[in-house]
C-alpha cells in the first residue's frame, strides 16, 4: 500500500507536543505547560483514531490472506524493540533518582529503594498491565509514563481482527460514516455516565483498599482526589473506552478505501475547505476543553475526536495546502522516528530529574536545546534500534515457517 505520507508527518507534531509538554514543568515554563496541557492529552487521542486508520487502511484486504499470528508478530515487532530498550535503559536512571532523591521526596512520591514492589513494577510496565493494578498506581507514572498508552494500542490489536471483519461487511459508505458517528455517540455517554456515577455516588461505596492504594507515601487523599483520580482511571487510562477512538479511526479507514476504490475521494478544493473545518472543530473542541477543565476531567478528549477523525482522511484524501510542511523530507523522517521520540523522551526527563536532585539546574534558554537532543536521540532509536529489531523480528517469525 502507498505510504500516506501527511499521517506520518503529523504523527510528528503530536509526538513533539508530548515531549514538549513533559518537559516544560522542570524548566520551570509553567505558562508554556499550561499552554501545551490539552494539546498533549488530545496528541494521545490523535495518536489512537491515527492507528485504526492506518490499521484499516494497510489490512482490510491483507488481513484475509495472512495467518493472525503474523499479524500480531508484526504488531509485536512494531512496538518491542523500542519500547524494551527504553525500558531497560530506566532501571539505572530511576534508580539513580531514587538514590539521589531525600526522604521526604520519595515518601511523597510513593515509592522507595527497598520496596518490594520495585522489581514487580517494572516488569508490570514491561508486560502492559500495571494499568490494571490500582496497587501499582505510584508505578505507573514512574518507570516510563507515556508508555501506558502502549496498554490501549494492545488491546486495539488484540480486538481488530474482529473489528475489521465486521466494519468490512459494511458496504455502504454512509453507513460507515454513521457507524463512527454512533461510536462516537456511545463514547460521549458513556463518559459522561461515568462522570456522574463517580461524581455522585456516596464516598463509603468506594472500597477502603482501594482508597488506601491510591495514598501515596501514607498521604491520605480527600474525597475530591480520590473522586478526581478514578474518573481519571477509568475514563483516560483504562484502555476499554479509548477503544471507542480505535474504531472510529478502523470505520473511517474503511469509508476512505471504500471511496478510493470507487474514484469518489474529495476533490483538492473540497480537500482545502475540509482541512479547514477540521482545525476549525479542533478549535471548538479546544474551546470546550478550556471551559470545562477541571469540571470532566481528562474524559475531555473527545471533543478533539470529530476535529481530528476529519483532518487524518482529509490529508490521506491527496494534497492539501498543508502537504508541502506536513510531506517535506524532514518531517516525514521525524514522523517515522515519532514513535522512539514518544516512548524515550521521557527518560531524557529522568535524567534532568536526576541531574537536579544533585543541584545541577539548568537555565529557562536550554529548553528548547534539550528538546532538540531528544530529536536527534530518538532518530538514533529509529534508525538502530527500532527498524532493525523490527526486522530481525519478522526475520524470525519467517524463518520458523
Same mark, same amino acid.
Given at each position: ?19 514538549? &509538554?513533559?518537559?516544560? $514543568? %522542570?524548566?520551570?515554563? /509553567? ?6 496541557? $490539552? ?25 484475509? /490472506?495472512?495467518?493472525?499470528?503474523? !499479524? ?21 536512571? =530511576? ?10 521526596? =520519595? ?19 514491561? !508486560?502492559?498491565? @500495571? ?22 494500542? @494492545? ?6 481482527? *474482529? ?17 463512527? *458517528? ?20 456516596? !464516598?463509603?461505596?468506594? $472500597? ?17 482526589? *480520590? ?5 481519571? &482511571?477509568?475514563?483516560?487510562?483504562? $484502555? ?111 535524567? &534532568? ?14 529548553? !528548547?536545546? *534539550? ?17 532493525? %529489531? ?12
Amino acid at each position: 500500500m502507498k505510504e500516506l505520507v501527511e499521517l506520518t508527518g503529523i504523527r510528528f507534531f503530536a509526538a513533539f507536543v508530548v515531549c514538549a &509538554y513533559h518537559f516544560s $514543568p %522542570g524548566f520551570g515554563l /509553567t505558562s508554556v505547560s499550561t499552554i501545551l496541557r $490539552p494539546a498533549a492529552i488530545s496528541a494521545v487521542s490523535l495518536f489512537f483514531i491515527l492507528s485504526g486508520f492506518i490499521l484499516s487502511y494497510s489490512y482490510l484486504e491483507k488481513l484475509q /490472506t495472512i495467518k493472525l499470528r503474523y !499479524f500480531f508478530w508484526a504488531r509485536f515487532a512494531r512496538l518491542a524493540p523500542a519500547f524494551v530498550t527504553v525500558m531497560i535503559a530506566m532501571i539505572p536512571i =530511576r534508580l539513580l533518582f531514587l538514590m539521589s532523591s531525600s526522604e521526604s521526596a =520519595r515518601i511523597a512520591y510513593g515509592i522507595s529503594l527497598d520496596s518490594p514492589i520495585l522489581g514487580i513494577s517494572w516488569l508490570a510496565n514491561l !508486560f502492559l498491565v @500495571a494499568v490494571f493494578v490500582p496497587e501499582l498506581n505510584p508505578w505507573l507514572y514512574f518507570w516510563n509514563p507515556p508508555a501506558w498508552s502502549l496498554t490501549a494500542e @494492545a488491546i486495539f490489536y488484540i480486538g481488530f481482527p *474482529v473489528v475489521i471483519s465486521i466494519f468490512k461487511k459494511i458496504k455502504r459508505e454512509s453507513f460507515l460514516v454513521w457507524n463512527s *458517528v454512533i461510536i462516537y455517540g456511545l463514547l460521549c455517554l458513556i463518559i459522561v455516565g461515568v462522570f456522574s456515577l463517580v461524581m455522585n455516588i456516596p !464516598f463509603d461505596v468506594f $472500597p477502603s483498599w482501594y482508597k488506601s492504594s491510591l495514598n501515596l507515601g501514607g498521604t491520605v487523599l480527600t474525597e475530591d482526589e *480520590v473522586r478526581s483520580y478514578t474518573l481519571t &482511571y477509568f475514563v483516560y487510562l483504562l $484502555p476499554f473506552l479509548r477503544c471507542f477512538e480505535f474504531w472510529i479511526g478502523c470505520s473511517i479507514g474503511c469509508f476512505f478505501l471504500r471511496l478510493r476504490e470507487r474514484d469518489r475521494l474529495p476533490k483538492e478544493n473540497i480537500r482545502n475547505l475540509l482541512v479547514v473545518t477540521s482545525v476549525l472543530l479542533i478549535y471548538i473542541g479546544h474551546q470546550i476543553n478550556s471551559l470545562t477543565m477541571g469540571g470532566m476531567g481528562l474524559g475531555i478528549y473527545a471533543v478533539y475526536t470529530p476535529g481530528f477523525t476529519l483532518f487524518i482522511f482529509t490529508l490521506a484524501s491527496g494534497k492539501t495546502f498543508a502537504s508541502s510542511l506536513l510531506s517535506h523530507k524532514l518531517i516525514v523522517k521525524l514522523g517515522k522516528s515519532s514513535y522512539a521520540l514518544y516512548i524515550s523522551h521521557y527518560a531524557g526527563m529522568a535524567i &534532568y530529574q536526576n541531574l537536579a536532585n544533585i543541584g545541577i539546574v539548568f537555565p529557562q534558554g536550554i529548553y !528548547f536545546i *534539550v528538546l532538540g537532543l531528544c530529536l536527534a536521540i530518538s532518530l538514533v532509536i529509529y534508525d538502530f534500534v527500532e527498524v532493525p %529489531g523490527q526486522q530481525w523480528l519478522i526475520k524470525i517469525s519467517k524463518a520458523r515457517t
